[in-house]
């Protein structure tokens, strides 16, 4: 019996007619638990090692956006757009004593004009609408997704390069067509086909980005316009 075979057997012994043992089922999860932090760990080291220039150059446009009176929207589907709600919410209500609060605005969150464009015209106009009704120049589109190919994100993108609004995205694999469509200014990828650790490397990078705008934005609180907490 081969070492995967075995595992397997420990893990869904009902699968082969036997009981599940208490101690060995727990042996396995452990393993499990062990094996799944480590690649966590392995992939979020080698994203950091390979794009951090990058990442700081994605903090970079964000702090110019909010230098140039513009606003960060967000978007993403599924549990992506719980990654867009997070980003919003970590500029708009910082958690750190001394850092302003700055405009966010996470297009995923209005489920009634997303649920009737959606039913009216189709999913793929979800965010398009809403950058036409609030998309100004000198805005960032921040995008999260794990495959980098949503039609709806795409297609606000190019929206995005019509109004003046900067293009950020972050998503995972080869980068998919968020990569390579060339409509995203900064666009972080995280290369793994593992959409859990995709995710999980979105939300470390942007609690960093979150810190590093605030650290180029320090000198110029002045400017914003705003007021610490």
């Known amino acids: 019996m081969s070492d995967t075979t075995s595992q397997l057997k420990q893990l869904y012994p009902f699968l082969h007619g036997d009981k599940k043992d208490a101690d060995q089922e727990n042996i396995a999860l452990l393993e499990s638990v062990k094996q799944k932090s480590t690649h966590s760990l392995s ?3 080698a994203f950091f090692e390979t794009n951090a220039q990058a ?17 960060m929207l967000s978007m993403g589907n599924g549990g992506s757009s719980c990654d867009a709600s997070h ?15 700055l405009p966010a605005i996470n297009l995923a969150m209005d489920t009634a004009m997303i649920s009737a464009v959606a039913n009216d015209v189709g999913v793929k106009h979800i965010y398009v609408r809403q950058l ?7 805005d960032g589109l921040m995008g999260f997704s794990t495959s980098g190919n949503s039609a709806n994100l795409l297609a606000a993108y190019k ?5 003046g609004i900067t293009t950020f995205g972050l998503t995972g694999g080869n980068g998919g067509e968020m990569k390579a469509s060339g ?5 972080l990828v995280v290369d793994t086909d593992s959409i859990h650790r995709i995710q999980e490397v979105h ?3 942007y609690h960093i980005l979150w810190d590093l705008v605030h650290t180029l934005l320090a000198d110029q609180r002045g400017k914003l316009g705003v007021k610490t907490q």
């Open 203 to 205: 939300v470390a990078t």
């Open 55 to 71: 990442v700081i150059d994605t903090a970079k446009g964000i702090a110019q956006v909010y230098l140039n009176k513009g606003r």
């Open 132 to 138: 036409e009704a609030h998309g100004q120049k000198n």
């Open 87 to 101: 980003f919003a919410v970590e500029f708009q209500h910082p958690v750190t004593a001394g850092r302003p609060a």
């Open 159 to 163: 929206k995005a390069r019509e109004l």
């Open 43 to 45: 992939v979020k080291q």
């Open 183 to 187: 409509l995203v200014d900064h666009c």
